[in-house]
């Protein structure tokens, strides 16, 4: 089994507090992977709702019904969940966010995630958001504009090449040009994985190119996430309220605020 160093030897991991170095790295790569972003505890609590949550949807939908492919499946909306709830407002991750912005006034998106089973295939490189500007002229498409649309992902197992860790392109968030087709992809890309370590955070602008890979193991690799749209970007459309108001109630100030648009009314 490869050791830490070894997962971890083709990116830089910043250690939670290192804002100006993760903010730096984020800027450049279109990503940053945060070491220790979730404590023991709050690991502990994202696993047994995540692991509760991927017992209900596999018991209902078949590995080649999932829909990110066979076996691959995305948790969809689960801001409802405290399990989840609790990504909101994480210091080390939201400490980074509010640096990239240079502003507490962003917006959660909710919370979500995905996983892969046993036999799920390599996942073709994408982006996480369309060009949803609309220039009739092209002069301007969002690859042009400043960081939109933020998730942090939290790996809930050590994420190896075996499981199926995620690939990341990076310097591609402000790329204009579409990611190849898996046939044309080249080699160096398919070896772009990032081998993160569960309890860290991987804060990713939603345009960089990433995919999953290949789950060859005999693990279910798990992944949740938060998101935040930036204060001055909204995505049409995508903030239904979900979040019942007995857990809303039990955030914070500041993470109510971020939340306001994704509570239930009374």
């Known amino acids: 089994m490869a050791t830490m160093t070894e997962q971890l030897a083709n990116f830089e991991v910043v250690t939670a507090g290192e804002v100006e170095r993760a903010v730096q790295i984020f800027r450049r790569d279109g990503f940053v992977l945060l070491a220790d972003a979730l404590t023991a505890d709050e690991l502990?609590?994202?696993?047994?709702?995540?692991d509760r949550v991927v017992g209900e949807q596999t018991g209902a939908i078949a590995l080649e019904e999932a829909n990110?492919?066979?076996?691959?499946y995305s948790f969809g909306q689960q801001i409802q969940h405290p399990e989840w709830a609790q990504l909101v407002e994480l210091d080390p991750v939201v400490d980074v966010v509010t640096a990239i912005w240079e502003s507490e006034d962003f917006v959660c998106s909710g919370a979500g995630g995905d996983y892969s089973l046993p036999g799920a295939k390599i996942q073709h490189l994408h982006s996480d958001i369309g060009d949803c500007l609309n220039d009739p002229e092209q002069r301007i498409v969002l690859a042009d504009l400043p960081t939109p649309f933020i998730v942090a992902n939290f790996p809930m197992v050590d994420f190896t090449r075996e499981n199926g860790a995620t690939r990341f392109v990076a310097c591609t968030q402000r790329n204009r040009q579409r990611p190849p087709a898996l046939e044309q992809e080249p080699e160096w890309m398919r070896q772009s994985i990032v081998r993160a370590p569960a309890g860290a955070a991987l804060i990713r602008d939603v345009r960089t190119w990433h995919g999953g890979t290949a789950n060859t193991s005999q693990q279910t690799r798990v992944m949740t996430s938060v998101g935040y749209y930036a204060p001055w970007f909204r995505r049409p459309g995508e903030l239904a309220p979900c979040m019942p108001p007995d857990l809303f109630e039990t955030l914070s100030e500041r993470a109510q605020c971020w939340c306001r648009d994704l509570v239930l009314d009374e």
Request: glycine letters at 16%.
């Open 44 to 50: 502990q609590f994202a696993r047994q709702g995540a």
């Open 68 to 72: 990110r492919g066979f076996a691959r």
